[in-house]
């Protein structure tokens, strides 16, 4: 199966158990209103935060890369979802065979995040905006600057996707979840999972997560 087209069927399933089948109206289960477009933009803003960009602080300091891939993927999540609310989900696909670069280029990826963080807040202030197309395309923009292609976004992206599924199903919502897992935050243990068994698909992931919770 399409790896983008597949990505968005999890995330209509992770947002129906999370939400309720009303979230594509634009509100939870429990009535509180969501904009996706605001946590594209805040997302935005802690990958830019990733970067070493204060003149004042650390100004012999290394970006975190890693932790700006995470938030990339995170800003994918709510891409994906605006998309399956405002009825559009197809012309994502067309991102398939988007080919990185080779370089990675921090100062271009904050450009691209900041035009993101922009057409995103302005789109969220002004309803009559469709900024869904020009987000996706800078989304896309940024993956490519950090060397990411869409193989590399969907094993990404099925860790994050299934791994908040599981805590969902584990008690996430009312606090009963363990989020340290023999001393390890969960996430760092879902992405050794991944890194160890790559191979895995989203079903077989999710069995891998149940076998380590327990122990």
């Known amino acids: 199966m399409n790896q983008i087209k597949q990505m968005f069927e999890l995330q209509q399933k992770l947002n129906d158990a999370t939400n309720g089948l009303i979230w594509t109206e634009g509100a939870t289960k429990e009535g509180r209103q969501i904009s996706w477009l605001r946590c594209i933009y805040m997302e935005a803003a802690e990958a830019i935060d990733s970067f070493n960009w204060k003149h004042w602080k650390d100004i012999e300091g290394e970006p975190d890369l890693d932790n700006v891939k995470v938030e990339l993927v995170d800003i994918w999540h709510f891409i994906m979802s605006e ?18 670069e080779r370089d990675i280029n921090p100062e271009l990826t904050v450009e691209i995040l900041e035009k993101m963080l922009a057409v995103a807040a302005s789109a969220n202030v002004d309803k009559s905006q469709n900024a869904l197309y020009e987000i996706t395309g800078l989304f896309f923009k940024a993956l490519a600057t950090m060397n990411m292609d869409v193989p590399e976004l969907y094993k990404r992206y099925l860790v994050k996707n299934q791994l908040n599924a599981f805590r969902q199903d584990h008690g996430y919502k009312d606090g009963t979840y363990v989020k340290l897992w023999g001393g390890v935050e969960d ?29």
């Not at 998309?83 to 990185?100: K, R, S, V």
């Not at 050794?192 to 997560?209: A, R, S």
């Open 187 to 215: 996430n760092v243990v879902a992405f050794k999972i991944m890194d160890d068994y790559p191979d895995l698909d989203p079903g077989q992931f999710y069995e891998k997560l149940e076998k380590v919770y327990a122990s």
């Open 83 to 100: 998309a399956i609310h405002f009825g559009d989900t197809q012309f994502a696909e067309a991102y398939t065979d988007m080919q990185p």
